[in-house]
């Protein structure tokens, strides 16, 4: 008994070696083979160059080259659209979407708000308090409708500036009509109060 259990235990463990060996030079003839024989065919189009960002126009022009064929691409070659745009901004040190943070050295009043720049009609700016951090983030939101927004928690006071294009041809109602938004407290308040 015990020595079917050891010739067992035994042929389980033994090596099985594989009866023809491929060999690593036949690899590499194949592979060089592959390489001539893409090396032979005549490309389709020419490769797109790379645009700085001073020559784009159009959308079109944020489309990437892409990769050289079996190489991972980077960001930067397969990035469209706005991120590419982000991209090439980045690269020439310029901010695209104005990402800094708003100015926290002061309180913003009514006579001198802390401006917030937007290129759409509604913009949500957090406030964190003055001096900054003081309490959590209060998240206000301002519109074109509605430009003035003043925190609850410390009083300050948010105006938007619209600095999109004047008019936006693909935003209509779609025939809902126009959304009144509901009464606060700012729309009872006299207005030499203001």
Not at 90 to 113: C, E, H, V, W, Y
Request: aromatic share 6%; proline share 10%; charged share 30%.
């Amino acid at each position: 008994m015990l020595l079917r259990r050891t010739a067992v235990a035994l042929s389980r463990r033994a090596v099985i070696t594989p009866v023809v060996r491929r060999s690593f030079t036949s690899s590499v003839i194949r592979r060089e083979e592959k390489s001539s024989q893409a090396a032979d065919t005549p490309p389709e189009k020419a490769p797109k160059r790379m645009i700085p960002l001073e020559e784009v126009r159009t959308m079109d022009d944020l489309l990437p080259p892409g990769a050289e064929p079996g190489t991972i691409p980077t960001d930067l070659e397969q990035a469209t659209g706005m991120e590419r745009l982000e991209i090439l901004g980045k690269m020439q040190g310029i901010d695209i979407f104005d990402m800094k943070p708003l100015d926290a050295s002061r309180l913003g009043t009514l006579d001198n708000p802390i401006m917030v720049n937007s290129f759409g009609d509604e913009q949500y700016a957090g406030c964190t308090g003055f001096p900054a951090d003081s309490h959590w983030v209060k998240w206000l939101v301002i519109s074109r409708d509605r430009p003035i927004g003043r925190c609850p928690k410390c009083g300050n006071v948010l105006k938007m500036n619209y600095v999109g294009p004047p008019d936006d041809p693909d935003h209509d109602d779609h025939g809902h009509g126009k959304f009144e938004e509901p009464k606060t407290f700012a729309d009872y308040v006299r207005p030499e109060y203001w």
